[in-house]
């Protein structure tokens, strides 16, 4: 078993920064560890993923260039670092741990990854 806690979001304006982390706990080793991210009458839609080197990361085109994901202490804690919020980021943003490693193809599929934490909520004021 693998256990999620998100921390960080909250309110913040356009332009600004912010980052989330999210800490696991029990089996604290995934192949790949991931953001995703759903907005107000949306469905859930992939953000950013990492894989257990900390040097495999993807990024959905929304937020390339302006979202960093990075890990510390082999993926225990993994952090999307997101900068330029904009309006649309506005979002409850999960962290999803795999228990296998996960293809480019698979990423964005929410059925590949078996562990979620709660979720935390990021509004971006315009």
């Known amino acids: 078993q693998v256990q999620l806690v998100e921390f960080g979001g909250g309110l913040v304006q356009a332009g600004a920064s912010s980052r989330l982390s999210c800490v696991a706990s029990g089996r604290t080793v995934s192949p790949s560890t991931a953001w995703f991210r759903q907005g107000p009458g949306k469905e859930r839609e992939f953000v950013a993923r990492?894989?257990?080197?900390?040097?495999?990361?993807n990024y959905a085109d929304s937020v390339k260039g302006r979202f960093t994901i990075s890990g510390h202490n082999a993926m225990n804690t993994v952090y999307l670092q997101m900068n330029s919020l904009k309006p649309e980021d506005t979002a409850v943003y999960y962290c999803?741990?795999?228990?296998?490693?996960?293809?480019?193809?698979?990423?964005?599929?929410?059925?590949?990854?078996?562990?979620w934490g709660q979720g935390t909520q990021v509004t971006v004021s315009s």
């Open positions: 999803a741990a795999a228990l296998h490693p996960v293809s480019v193809r698979r990423m964005a599929d929410v059925g590949q990854y078996k562990f």
């Open positions: 990492i894989g257990q080197d900390g040097v495999t990361k």
